[in-house]
């Protein structure tokens, strides 16, 4: 059952046409559940949610009575972008929400239905049964692999593999395991290089691969060949091809042989000569997962695999060392590093950090571990004051010439749902239990619905800073992947995807570790949110 209809459940609220109360016991439990039920009845289709995925038909224009219930507002949330996807871009790639249409765009190579794949676990773990069972169909009769076209090896690695991975796991379901192997194999020519790091971009069909034009030199990117860890060892271990394996352990060789300037791994290195292009240092854009999965393949190793935690270790202190700093008014934040010159700013993406640093300090012994919680604390905390103004924050955000974590060019003050911020606050949660965390996801919460929905699903804005936002027409898949997830964790109790029993891949797909992998599937947990 899930952290939102246990409550309410116990209840055994009763109710039929025009929402006449025909028998309650439990009545103490009325009032929420009664919230709840016109909350959800007014919000999608005059259904009333009494039990995981079994609903009761109410009219549809029901009185909204309180708006406090922000696990609820996110799983409502999910709902209405699922349905909208589902009516208006159902095989598509995502929905364009104004237009009430279908976009596909060239990052998936001919794939369709990123939606479908990214929301699968997240509709399972919000035990939205009938959403999940139309997205599983879908995959069963339309989700076609034989495709022709330009990929991105990131994006369908973390998106599609790692979306169908996590929901065989959770699901015990075949249909996932063998399209994650399928769609793997597919993947693997882009490894076909002289030193073995892969090239950002191949064609699913022919097995040709190439870099990024706007690649320096013909490189492969950091955050790219350095976010394939722990989607490709399930694979083998999936599989008993140990070749998926082989590819991502011949990655950590290259980086280990490669001389890193200050400590730091620059973003670009060139798949041919296995040496670095610039020495341009993001823990943002371009370099960001491959830190996060440095800790995160020691924690799916059952925390054996101590080479990666050293590499990740030894990254953090040059990080701290050349990177944090602390704005004139007390703000922490990690810049940018151009071959030795800071640039202090920012981005989006690197506020992920904040988690990755708590999740990293669990472990980092005691006489470091408090340290590194402050860090955390203080990254999340800047973050925090990037969504200032709307409680929405840009993509990039800057600390020079006084500014104070704001975005000083136009270009940079758009939101496109993304989730760092909220991943964050998820796991700062999780691990201090600072009610502040869940106070600011609900001030996300709120701001996306006043900022970002529309009519038929949700929309990114283009300027945080304004209260009569511009909508962008698209609703990211990510945003049901990642952003509503990881809210809706952020108000579950800590044994719902325990992050002892997790490891939740950089798009918020959850993946055992391999001390778990025997379990039956379905060892979500069930606590109350």
């Not at 995502?94 to 249409?101: A, D, M, Q, S």
């Not at 988690?355 to 800047?382: C, V």
């Not at 006084?402 to 993304?418: D, K, Q, V």
Request: with cysteine.
């Amino acid at each position: 059952m899930s952290c939102l209809s246990k409550a309410c459940s116990k209840s055994l609220l009763s109710v039929g046409w025009q929402g006449r109360i025909l028998s309650v016991l439990g009545s103490s439990f009325l009032p929420l559940c009664l919230i709840m039920g016109w909350l959800l009845g007014s919000a999608v289709n005059g259904k009333l949610l009494l039990l995981p995925g079994k609903f009761l038909l109410l009219p549809s224009k029901l009185p909204v009575l309180l708006s406090t219930s922000p696990q609820f507002f996110s799983l409502q949330m999910m709902k209405f972008a699922w349905d909208n996807y589902k009516l208006y871009a159902l095989g598509k790639n995502e929905l364009r929400p104004l237009t009430k249409n279908g976009h596909i765009g060239n990052m998936f190579g001919g794939l369709r239905g990123a939606t479908v794949v990214d929301a699968l676990d997240t509709l399972y773990i919000m035990e939205l049964e009938e959403e999940f069972q139309e997205a599983k169909k879908w995959v069963e009769k339309s989700f076609d692999l034989n495709v022709n076209g330009e990929a991105s090896l990131f994006e369908v690695n973390i998106r599609y593999v790692g979306g169908l991975l996590a929901t065989y796991y959770l699901t015990g379901e075949e249909v996932f395991k063998s399209k994650a192997l399928e769609l793997g194999e597919k993947l693997l020519p882009a490894f076909n290089t002289p030193t073995g790091i892969p090239r950002g971009v191949i064609n699913l069909g022919s097995g040709m691969s190439w870099s990024w034009g706007w690649a320096s030199a013909g490189s492969s990117i950091l955050a790219e060949f350095g976010t394939l860890h722990l989607e490709f060892l399930h694979l083998s271990e999936l599989s008993g091809n140990p070749v998926f394996a082989e590819k991502v352990m011949n990655i950590r060789k290259v980086l280990n042989r490669v001389e890193k300037p200050q400590g730091l791994y620059p973003n670009f290195l060139s798949p041919v000569t296995g040496n670095w292009v610039q020495h341009h240092v993001s823990i943002g854009g371009l370099g960001d997962s491959f830190y996060e999965y440095l800790i995160k393949s020691w924690l799916m190793s059952d925390k054996k695999d101590s080479e990666a935690k050293k590499m990740y270790d030894d990254a953090l202190e040059a990080i701290e060392k050349h990177l944090v700093k602390k704005s004139a008014g007390g703000l922490t934040y990690i810049a940018e590093w151009r071959g030795g010159v800071l640039d202090h700013k920012m981005g989006h993406l690197a506020c992920f950090s904040g988690g990755m640093i708590a999740l990293g300090a669990e472990h980092a012994g005691e006489e470091r571990k408090q340290h590194y919680m402050d860090l955390a604390a203080e990254i999340t905390s800047t973050c925090h004051e990037s969504y200032a103004h709307t409680k929405l924050g840009p993509e990039a955000f800057r600390f020079d010439a006084g500014t104070e974590a704001m975005a000083t060019r136009l270009s940079e003050r758009y939101y496109i749902l993304r989730p760092e911020v909220v991943e964050s606050y998820m796991y700062m949660w999780r691990l201090t239990h600072d009610p502040k965390y869940r106070q600011w996801g609900w001030e996300v919460v709120k701001a996306l619905e006043k900022h970002c929905r529309v009519e038929a699903g949700f929309s990114g804005i283009r300027d945080v800073y304004t209260t009569t936002p511009t909508h962008d027409n698209m609703q990211q898949s990510f945003f049901l992947a990642e952003t509503l997830k990881y809210l809706y964790l952020l108000f579950c109790e800590d044994d719902v995807l325990s992050l002892d029993d997790w490891v939740f891949n950089t798009e918020a797909h959850p993946l055992p570790p391999r001390a778990q992998q025997d379990k039956e599937p379905d060892y979500i947990g069930h606590g109350n949110c």
